[in-house]
């Protein structure tokens, strides 16, 4: 994590010139927004139950420190073992010293944000571990060798005929047009990965402090299996996926998944609480939870920017984003897009390095009204951006509070602002195309290098409007 550092609008202005990949989101995200609107729509009480998700959120992050210790009592109670790790390479580290004290020779994972982003498949591989994703979208990240592109679905970005070509180079199979065919054959591989792995890996969708309970939603049963037929299971979350009590999980359950997929219920909804028991017929005879950090105590401690951790990870707010929908998730550069990721990207990873990210964005208000735990995600992008400004060198806020000051001069003096409008008409003349200007000199070329602008007009409004109203009169 250390060498990263993002170019948002580098790889936008790429991702803007791919048809194929316009027509992929274009198909993809018009067909979500349809069926989550129809899930939320019969839900009566959604707003309120927005809401009571919100408040309860709140109270968490409040008292995060004390839910935290309840849990780990609680996984410790049911025979499960709790790590704490404070950044990414910790995480990996216990996950791998697990996996070698055992001799683990094979790793099943299912889908896992908090993997991406430690980057623990190159943990495994370092050391010579054979490490597979099992989710059908990320199993098909894994042989193309790239980032997930959507939080919830990610090879969003892949039409039908990429896949296919994908599975005749990487596994050599036929090549199939039906989506059916292409599931039968990564079912058919990735059987005998589960029978044969030591360990399973999996993220985690909520946590319960009550009772030391982690849960995991999907739709493939690839989780169920990663998480129960190899006999080591190593779940991985950040400080911000627990909640209080189970009663509260219903709650998170139903906008999560009406959110994410549309959906009244995912088809599995896992809830797993320690090891294996005496009278269990099938799990793992070791639990392990590794709590993680990584940045956001650093979030946490900021009320301005606080709410992020609020973030269920249901990939809402990428479907309704505008800027999303034209430039695809491998424009920010990261684990997390849209903006959700334009948010907490440069707060993870430090806001030198993703520094456009809070400016990929319309701040048309869609992302905070879709969310279903309220975040106000243009307020914390604008908070961003402030950062932004201030991060830069001395000089360049020097010049642009000269500029500010040279504007409110000019704009406070009649004289003064007339003579600049005669000015700026005169040299405004080799830039002129068809009535508009066109390839401004710096500082003004980052606005015309993407748009123009209109030409300065040799009659000033307020003259033209005294004439108009002279005529009238």
């Known amino acids: ?57 709140e109270w968490t992050i409040d008292h995060l420190d004390g839910y935290l210790e309840m849990l780990e009592a609680n996984v410790i109670n049911a025979g499960g073992n ?31 944000m908090a993997t991406e982003e430690i980057e623990l498949n190159h943990s495994f591989e370092g050391a010579g571990i054979k490490v597979v994703e099992t989710d059908l979208g990320e199993y098909i990240i894994q042989l193309a060798n790239e980032r997930p592109s959507h939080i919830i679905a990610p090879a969003i970005h892949k039409t039908k005929d990429d896949i296919s070509k994908l599975f005749v180079e990487k ?3 036929p090549y199939f047009n039906e989506p059916e065919d292409l599931t039968k054959i990564a079912r058919e591989k990735l059987r005998n990965e589960f029978l044969n792995a030591d360990m399973g890996v999996s993220g985690v969708n909520f946590s319960v402090a009550e009772t030391g ?9 690839n ?46 909804v896992s809830l797993i609480t320690g090891p294996k028991r005496n009278s269990d017929l099938d799990g793992p005879e070791e639990f392990h939870l590794v709590i993680m950090d990584n940045g956001r105590s650093k979030i946490l401690s900021n009320e301005e920017t606080r709410e992020s951790l609020y973030c269920i990870r249901c990939g ?51 992302c905070k009204d879709v969310c279903p735990v309220k975040i106000n995600i243009p307020r914390v992008l604008l908070e961003l951006r402030a950062r932004v400004i201030n991060d830069k060198r001395v000089g360049a806020r020097f010049l642009l509070r ?6 409110r001069f000019t704009m406070e003096n009649t004289s003064f602002y007339n003579l600049a409008l005669r000015l700026s008409y005169i040299l405004q003349k080799p830039w002129i195309r068809h009535g508009r200007l066109v390839s401004l000199p710096f500082p003004f070329s980052r606005w015309t290098k993407k748009r123009d602008f209109p030409a300065i007009s040799k009659i000033p409004f307020r003259k033209q409007w005294k004439e108009i109203k002279d005529l009238e009169f």
Request: charged share 25%.
């Open 1 to 57: 994590m250390e060498n990263i550092k993002l170019s948002f609008e580098k790889d936008s202005a790429i991702a803007l010139k791919n048809i194929k990949l316009q027509r992929a989101l274009n198909k993809a995200i018009d067909q979500f927004r349809n069926v989550r609107w129809r899930a939320v729509r019969e839900f009566q009480d959604w707003e309120q139950l927005r809401v009571s998700a919100r408040r309860i959120k």
């Open 82 to 112: 709790v790590h704490w790790a404070s950044d990414a390479n910790e995480a990996c580290e216990i996950i791998l010293d697990i996996a070698q004290k055992h001799k683990v020779k094979s790793v099943v994972k299912s889908k896992s």
């Open 171 to 173: 596994l050599n199979t």
């Open 213 to 221: 309970t982690i849960v995991i939603v999907e739709n493939e049963g």
């Open 223 to 268: 989780a169920r299996l990663t998480t129960t037929v190899p006999r080591i299971h190593v779940a991985l979350m950040g400080i911000e996926k627990v909640i209080p009590r189970f009663e509260d999980l219903p709650i998170f359950l139903n906008i999560l998944i009406r959110s994410a997929t549309g959906q009244k219920m995912s088809t599995y």
């Open 316 to 366: 809402a707010c990428l479907y309704i984003c505008p800027v999303y929908k034209k430039v695809g998730g491998h424009s920010y550069g990261w684990v997390y897009q849209g903006p959700i990721g334009a948010i907490i990207t440069p707060q993870l990873l430090g806001i030198d390095k993703a520094s456009d990210l809070p400016f990929a964005s319309s701040l048309c208000g869609a």
């Open 402 to 407: 000269i500029a500010v000051k040279l504007w």
